[in-house]
C-alpha cells in the first residue's frame, strides 16, 4: 500500500491466511509445472542471485544471503537455512514481460522492389513468478500503467503479464541499497499477487496470505493448515524488522516539483564527472521500460527480422537526431533520467517511475546513488541560466 | 501497411518527394502535422511527415532529406518499388478547431520545415475563405536549398498567401531576402490578437521564431510549433521522444509553444 501516495495503491489481498511447509512449497512448484507453467525464481548463478527457471525447491539458494553498497555485492553464506534470505539481485521481472530482446517481423523480398511481412512468433509460455518483493509487485504495477494503460498497449506484455502467477515474498533481511519503505512500496507485500509467503524466523512453516481466485485455487492443491494467532503475530514481526533494518531514506517530500525546478543544478555537471553513462542503472531498473528496434539482415539480404531490444537513455544514439544527439552531454543524460523516475513519470503514468529497490544504485560500477543525487539537489544551489543571444549569433 | 512508389522528384541535391500509392489496405490518412513511419525492410524505419493532400482521393505524399542509411535508400527508390507504411501518428495541426474561423495565420518554416507545413497550405488555400491574412515565411540555408520553389511562386502570385522567402548565403540576383527567418516576423500580416502561428524548422529557429512571434503579441498558447526527437516505434512506447512529460510521437509532433518553451530553454532536454 502507498503509505504517501508517491507509488501506486495495489488492490489489497482477498483471501485468508495459511500455514505451508517447504515439502509444500516443492509441491507448489510441481503443481505449476503440471499445469504448464514454467516456474522462475531465485538460484545462485555466477556470484549473484539470478531468476532462473527452476523445477524444485533444492534449485533455490538456500542458506545463502548477500552484501550490497552503493557499487559493491557479494554473496554471503547464512548462519540460517533461510530460502529468501537475500534482497534483490541484479535481474528482475520486467526480463519475463518485456524481454531484453524480442523478434517482431520477419520479412522477405519477393520479385523485383517487393517483400511480404510475417509477424514472429510469440514466446507465450505462462510463467510462474516464484519470491517477488514488495517492491517488485509494486514495479510490476508502474509496469502495467506503462505498457497496459499507457499510449499503446503492448501486445507481448500483455499476454505474459496476463498469465503471470505472482508468489511474493516478505522481505526479512533488506539490503543497505534497499529504501522501499520510503516509497511505501515495502518491505511487507499488501497487494497485487496470488500468494505471498513470509517465511518465518524458526523452523520450516511459512505463512502464506491469498491475493486472488488463482492463489486460492492452487493453496487448495497443497498441504495447508490454519495458522495461529502466534505464526501470524511472527509474520508481521519479519516485516516490522525488516523495516528497522531499512536505513537508507528518499525524502519525496516536493521531489516531483524539486526536479523541474532544479534543471540548471550544478549538480548535474558534478554527477557527469562521475557517471560513466554505461546504462547498469537502466538495465537493473526493474520499470525502465525504453527500447530501440533494429533491422538484423542475413548476409544475402533476403531475410531480415525486426527486433526490439532495451535501450538506455544513457546512450549517445539514444536521442540521436541528424546533426547530433540531443542529449550530449552524460549530465544532461542522468538529469533524463532521474527527472524521469522521480518527476515526469508521474505526468505520463501517474505514479512514480522508481520503487525503491535499491538496484540502480548497487549496480553503478561508480556507486552513484539516486538517495544521494537528490539530497546534493536539495542543498546545493541553483547555477544561473544564461540567455540573451540572437538566433544569428547561435547559428 | 505495403506502399508502392507512383513517382518520384528531385527537389534540392538531398531532398526528394516520393508519391506512393497503397499496395494493399491503406492507412488511414494523415492530417497536416501529422507522421508516418516509412519502412524499408532490410535497412529501417524513420519518422516522416505527410508533405501532400490530406484526403482519402491524394496518394501518400512524403518529402525526405538524405542524411543516413534509411532516408538515403527512401530517396533512392525507383518507380514501383514497394515502402512499409505504419501510421499516421501524432498530433496534428488542428486545422479543423473552430476556433481558427476568421483567424490570420502565420506559417513559419525553416528548411525542410516547409515540408510538414505544405498540407496546411493546401488545406488553407483550399477554404481560403475561412481565414483572414494568411502569410508564410520561408527561410533556407541558400537558394537551391529552398523547397518547392514553384509552388512558392504559384501561392505568391494567385495574392491568397503572402509569401516572404530569405536564405542565409544568396547569389548576386536572389530577389528576395537575406538573413535568418526570425527576421521576417515583423512582416507578417492581420492583426496579432487573432493570429495563430505555424512553425516547423531546426530547434533553434523554432525557438527563436516563436519568441518574436509571442514578442510580436501572438499569445503563446496560439504558436503551434512541429518538434523532432528520435523515434523508433511512433506510439508512445520506445521512450526515445520524451521531453520532459511528453512523448513528442503521440503527445506531439505538433505542441503549442506555451506548453514546451520552458523545456526548450533549458539545453539538451
Ligand atoms: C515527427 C518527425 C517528422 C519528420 N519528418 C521528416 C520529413 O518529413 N522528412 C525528412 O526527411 N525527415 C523527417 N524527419 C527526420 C527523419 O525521421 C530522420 O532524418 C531519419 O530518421 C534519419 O534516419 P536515417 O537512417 O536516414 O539516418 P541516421 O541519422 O543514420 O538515423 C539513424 C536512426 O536515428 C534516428 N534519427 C536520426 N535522425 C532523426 C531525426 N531527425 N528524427 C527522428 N529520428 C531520427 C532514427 O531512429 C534512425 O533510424 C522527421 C522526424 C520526426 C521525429
Ligand atoms: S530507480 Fe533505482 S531504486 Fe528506483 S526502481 Fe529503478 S533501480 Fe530501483
Ligand atoms: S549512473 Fe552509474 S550505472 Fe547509471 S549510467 Fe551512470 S555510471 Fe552507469
Redesign the pocket.
Known sequence: MARDGFCLDLEPPTGEAAVVGRDALDALIAVLRADGYEVIGPVRRDGVIALAPVTTLGDLPTGWGDEQQPGHYRLVGRDDDALFGYAVGPHSWKAELFPPRADLYEVRRSGSGGFEVQASPPDDRPRAFLGVRACEVAALAVQDRVFLEGATRDPVYARRRAQAVVIAVDCGDPSSSCFCASMGTGPRVTGGFDLALTELATGDALVVRVGSDRGAALLARIPHRTPTRDELDASREVSRSAEQLLRRRLDTTGLRELLVAEVEHAEWDAVAERCLACGNCTSVCPTCFCSSVEEVTDLAGERAVRRRSWASCFSQQFS???GGTARAGIGARYRQWLSHKLSTWFDQYGTSGCVGCGRCITWCPVGIDLTREVVALRTRPSSATAVGMSLAEEL | MRYRVRAHFRETHDVVTVVLDPAEEPVPVPRPGQ?CMLWLPGV??????L?GRSHPDEPLV????A??????ALCALGVGDEVGVRGPF?RDFGLDDPDLDGADLAIVAGG?GL??LRPVLYRVLDERDRFGEVTLLVGARAPEELLYPDELERWSRSGAVAVFQTVDRAWPNWPHEVGVVTQLVPLLRGRVDRTWAFVCGPELMMRYAARSLVGRGIRPERVLVSL?????CGFGLCGHCQLGPFFVCHDG?VLEWSRVESLMAVRER
Not at chain 2, 44 to 49: H, R
Not at chain 2, 62 to 65: E, G
Not at chain 2, 67 to 72: C, E, K, M, Q
Open positions: 540521436y537526431l541528424n | 507522421f529501417g524505419e524513420s519518422a516522416i511527415s508533405s512524403h518529402t525526405v532529406r542524411v543516413g542509411p534509411v532516408t538515403a501524432g525542410l515540408a510538414p523532432e526527437r528520435n523515434m523508433q509532433p
